[in-house]
């Protein structure tokens, strides 16, 4: 990886070029894929969209059976969040992959088509060297972080060459994603300003001679930045002998010589801020005669004219002229402007939500622009990328609003949120539309508020939101884990002398309420388990006596699940019962919602007693169902990928430890699961790092881990982390 850093106008792309040129005269020709980000596009993926687009034309121009080889199994998914490969004939003809499905869980699906994206990276970079050069990525997004992060990310990364240039004064997701400048096979490459003898070097390149009065003014306006003195040079200053120009004077001089078309054209453009195609330019300007005022405009260097994907792309020479023309104009003619892209995008790109959203909003139409960002982020969520979608669903409702709207929305923004592992914003998204509700429906808002404060590590505000919720339920929350023990043998009694057995009742049939309230305990139990084992333990068994008495099956499943997982990590002695539990709630939910609760419980009771093949098989197993899910249970994931490292490490499988624990340590980063994120950088799954000698990864998922350790007392995360330092010293 070459990070490439420089402020605007320094000579970047100009570096790139000359590099590629020489490049494209090796012997072993590679595979180049280049990309652009721009300040106003707006597609998901930004970053890689250029890039993604090369490599449906590299596929294009290869036989079929050739290109076929390239594509990775879960090529639909891909195709999904790149919908430019979909118009690749091979990939639409694709047999025998796993096709998107609907009911699978949206994280998983991203999953899916990011660990597609880097296959298929490998793939290309097997058959044949490969760069890829991504300009202005300080112009990325969220999603292309995450992304980049992937593609970069071991093991196994792709043999290519990533040249990625940026500005060195930016802060941005896409370039903290960058490898570190230490890390190996990294080279970070920082363009400077000119020195005063590179600056008369220059000049005199273009000058038949310059003084070192000359020089030194020319450096000092130009601040040592090759694009401005190349364009100070053309000004014809230094031949007339006048005060040195700035750029703002050197454009300024050259509007005079141009038409009321020539200047309408620059300010859509400098408005627009991205490459627009000729139609869409003609359409927002109503230019008649387009093809001569661009000529013209090209000549004199105010723009440049670019082929992608056979269609020809106009945009500003480069941002120095667009920053500059851009802060010449009124309010009313950017406004203006604004409206004319915005209307231009409806008209010829109805898809372009996004950038539609950002013009409207630019010209002051509100009301306009809250309909398409509701529609730009659901486009991005059907894409995969949630970041974008939560921020565009939050940018939606800062606009104009109708009141039944706001509270669909706020749904989906919490959804998005907890999607892209934003779990706080999830929770804040929950609480705000629990205030617009009220009964059921806003306890169990409540309810999911309080499970993503306690996923995600913020287990004070999980713990005192719960309280509030349980409160109204008329549920006490113990105060010490010496009443949450008494109260847990208490309850345990009264399931064996109740027993099991209860009257099934399908959802409907029971009082929201009660539903309600079983909730909030099945909430309890499984949140609190994470960090608070015996006020967890009280919970599960409370959420059984309560599921018993109700009736309703799926939770009642649920709910045997739960006591036997806690029953279960208690060893041997519990054996039997764990397995009547387990059994009866296989019977009850065969189908369906509670089977991988159901799973993963038998696989952590099988670990705990020591039968490792059978924990190892029942923890597969549930990660396989938690996958097909609509809405994958982080408890659950966290729960059956612990259990199934520690099995695995105690069958000796190290190959399949380190691929599980590196997949799901990526997967816990990129959903914001810190606990899933804790559970693989300690304990059995320390050994994943130490397998490949990297002490120093060990030790820093170490530190991680301990820095999202809360509460008080003495936990399962603490022995993690003792097992974890054992090994590291051991190693």
């Given at each position: 990886c070459v990070a490439l850093s420089g402020e605007s106008?320094?000579?970047?792309?100009?570096?790139?070029?000359?590099?590629?040129?020489?490049?494209?005269?090796?012997?072993?020709?590679?595979?180049?894929?280049?990309?652009?980000?721009?300040?106003?596009?707006?597609?998901?993926?930004?970053?890689?969209?250029?890039?993604?687009?090369?490599?449906?034309?590299?596929?294009?121009?290869?036989?079929?059976?050739?290109?076929?080889?390239?594509?990775?199994?879960?090529?639909?998914?891909?195709?999904?969040?790149?919908?430019?490969l979909a118009c690749v004939e091979v990939v639409a003809?694709?047999?025998?992959?796993?096709?998107?499905?609907?009911?699978?869980?949206?994280?998983?699906?991203?999953?899916?088509?990011?660990?597609?994206?880097?296959?298929?990276?490998?793939?290309?970079?097997?058959?044949?060297?490969?760069?890829?050069?991504?300009?202005?990525?300080?112009?990325?997004?969220?999603?292309?972080?995450?992304?980049?992060?992937?593609?970069?990310?071991?093991?196994?990364?792709?043999?290519?060459?990533?040249?990625?240039?940026?500005?060195?004064?930016?802060?941005?997701?896409?370039?903290?994603?960058?490898?570190?400048?230490?890390?190996?096979?990294?080279v970070s490459l920082h363009l400077g300003a000119l020195l005063p003898a590179e600056t008369a070097q220059l000049l005199s390149t273009q000058l038949l001679a310059a003084d070192c009065e000359l020089v030194l003014r020319c450096h000092e306006e130009a601040q040592g930045v090759p694009f401005l003195l190349w364009e100070l040079c053309h000004a014809g200053g230094i031949q007339r002998g006048h005060e040195w120009p700035s750029l703002a004077q050197v454009l300024e001089s050259r509007v005079s010589a141009l038409g009321s078309t020539q200047s309408a054209l620059l300010d859509t453009l400098a408005a627009a801020a991205r490459p627009l195609p000729w139609v869409l330019?003609?359409?927002?300007?109503?230019?008649?005669?387009?093809?001569?005022?661009?000529?013209?405009?090209?000549?004199?260097?105010?723009?440049?004219?670019?082929?992608?994907?056979?269609?020809?792309?106009?945009?500003?020479?480069?941002?120095?002229?667009?920053?500059?023309?851009?802060?010449?104009?009124?309010?009313?003619?950017?406004?203006?402007?604004?409206?004319?892209?915005?209307?231009?995008?409806?008209?010829?790109?109805?898809?372009?939500?996004?950038?539609?959203?950002?013009?409207?909003t630019a010209a002051g139409e509100l009301e306009a622009a809250a309909v398409r960002c509701q529609e730009a982020a659901r486009r991005a969520n059907r894409a995969f990328a949630f970041e974008r979608a939560a921020r565009l669903f939050g940018r939606a409702l800062a606009l104009p609003l109708r009141d039944e709207a706001r509270a669909g929305l706020l749904h989906e923004r919490a959804e998005a949120c907890a999607n892209a592992?934003?779990?706080?914003?999830?929770?804040?998204?929950?609480?705000?539309?629990?205030?617009?509700?009220?009964?059921?429906?806003?306890?169990?808002?409540?309810?999911?508020?309080?499970?993503?404060?306690?996923?995600?590590?913020?287990?004070?505000?999980?713990?005192?939101?719960?309280?509030?919720?349980?409160?109204?339920?008329?549920?006490s929350f113990p105060e010490t884990p010496g009443s949450a023990l008494a109260s847990l043998l208490m309850k345990r009694l009264r399931v064996r002398i109740r027993g099991h057995d209860f009257r099934a009742r399908a959802e409907a049939e029971v009082d929201p309420y009660a539903l309600a309230k079983l909730?909030?305990?099945?909430?309890?139990?499984?949140?609190?388990?994470?960090?608070?084992?015996?006020?967890?333990?009280?919970?599960?068994?409370?959420?059984?006596?309560?599921?018993?008495?109700?009736?309703?099956?799926?939770?009642?499943?649920?709910?045997?699940?739960?006591?036997?997982?806690?029953?279960?990590?208690?060893?041997?002695?519990?054996?039997?019962?764990?397995a009547a539990l387990l059994n009866q709630a296989r019977q009850l939910d065969a189908a369906s919602t509670?089977?991988?609760?159901?799973?993963?419980?038998?696989?952590?009771?099988?670990?705990?007693?020591?039968?490792w093949r059978e924990g190892r098989d029942h923890c597969e197993l549930a990660l396989s169902l938690l996958r097909a899910q609509p809405r994958a249970a982080p408890w659950d994931f966290t729960t059956a990928q612990l259990f199934l490292s520690v099995t695995r490490f105690n069958l000796g499988e190290l190959t399949a430890l380190s691929r599980d624990v590196h997949a799901a340590f990526d997967y816990a980063k990129s959903t914001g699961n810190l606990y899933l994120s804790a559970a693989m950088s300690s304990g059995s799954a320390t050994l994943a790092c130490l397998i490949s000698h990297d002490v120093e990864e060990a030790e820093r998922r170490l530190s991680a881990a301990r820095a999202v350790r809360t509460g008080g007392g003495y936990h399962v995360q603490d022995a993690m982390l003792g097992l974890g330092d054992c090994m590291i010293a051991a190693y």
């Open positions: 106008g320094i000579g970047k792309s100009a570096l790139v070029e000359e590099f590629l040129r020489q490049l494209y005269a090796h012997p072993q020709r590679p595979l180049v894929l280049r990309g652009r980000c721009h300040p106003r596009e707006h597609v998901p993926f930004k970053a890689f969209d250029a890039v993604i687009d090369a490599v449906a034309r590299h596929l294009r121009s290869l036989p079929a059976e050739r290109a076929v080889q390239l594509l990775p199994r879960d090529t639909p998914a891909l195709a999904q969040m790149f919908p430019a003809n694709a047999r025998g992959r796993r096709a998107p499905d609907t009911h699978i869980d949206a994280q998983e699906l991203r999953r899916r088509a990011f660990a597609a994206f880097k296959a298929l990276f490998v793939k290309l970079s097997d058959a044949q060297p490969l760069v890829v050069h991504i300009d202005d990525l300080h112009w990325g997004d969220a999603d292309s972080a995450r992304l980049l992060a992937e593609l970069l990310s071991s093991p196994d990364p792709p043999a290519l060459l990533l040249i990625a240039g940026h500005r060195s004064d930016a802060d941005n997701p896409c370039i903290a994603a960058l490898p570190a400048a230490s890390a190996a096979d990294t330019l003609q359409e927002a300007t109503g230019a008649l005669d387009l093809a001569t005022a661009l000529e013209r405009l090209r000549a004199q260097r105010f723009v440049r004219v670019q082929e992608r994907d056979g269609v020809e792309h106009v945009e500003l020479y480069h941002d120095r002229v667009r920053e500059t023309w851009f802060a010449r104009m009124s309010e009313d003619a950017r406004r203006a402007c604004f409206s004319a892209l915005a209307r231009a995008f409806e008209a010829l790109q109805p898809d372009a939500d996004e950038a539609s959203v950002e013009y409207r592992g934003d779990c706080v914003s999830a929770a804040d998204a929950y609480l705000s539309l629990a205030a617009l509700q009220h009964g059921p429906s806003q306890m169990q808002t409540e309810c999911r508020a309080a499970f993503q404060f306690l996923i995600s590590g913020h287990v004070a505000r999980g713990v005192e939101l719960l309280r509030a919720v349980l409160r109204e339920q008329g549920c909730d909030a305990l099945g909430v309890a139990a499984v949140g609190l388990s994470m960090n608070d084992n015996i006020r967890g333990a009280d919970f599960a068994a409370r959420f059984l006596l309560e599921a018993l008495a109700v009736g309703e099956v799926g939770r009642v499943a649920q709910a045997l699940a739960a006591e036997a997982a806690f029953l279960g990590r208690e060893g041997g002695r519990n054996a039997q019962r764990t509670a089977r991988a609760s159901i799973e993963t419980a038998a696989g952590m009771v099988a670990a705990c007693r020591g039968a």
